[in-house]
């Protein structure tokens, strides 16, 4: 079963961990929602700057952001309600672990391609 994974923080450059971790999600035959602030596409994906209000069969956020950015965002991760939110190296944020371990949403601390690539996503 395919784990329907939103990008936060997705960017168009190539260079950022964000553009590769949805181009190897897609690899992996992933479903891939890339949100981000910034039009531009990775692979066929469109980088969605409207972010939608739900997003159906959500298992994972994967977060690109870092935390100082995190804040304005809390409600509206946990009002996607996904089942696992992970924090890549960078994005780490204590205060918003215990706000979605409160909502009953689990949280890891990992690297995304690190996880795709071991067979641990």
């Known amino acids: 079963m395919s784990k329907k994974t939103a990008v936060i923080g997705a960017s168009p450059n190539d260079a950022r961990y964000s553009f590769r971790a949805t181009q190897m999600l897609t690899d992996y035959d992933f479903e891939v929602v890339p949100l981000g602030i910034r039009k531009g596409t990775i692979g066929e994906h469109h ?24 804040p304005q965002y809390y409600d509206y991760i946990i009002d996607l309600k996904p089942k696992r939110v992970i924090f890549n190296p960078g994005t780490e944020n204590s205060e918003f672990e215990s706000k979605l371990k409160d909502a009953g949403i689990e949280t890891v601390k990992a690297c995304t391609l690190v996880m795709l690539s071991t067979n641990q996503y």
């Open 47 to 70: 980088i969605i700057v409207d972010w939608p209000k739900e997003i159906d069969d959500l298992d994972t956020v994967t977060l690109y952001i870092g935390p100082q950015r995190q």
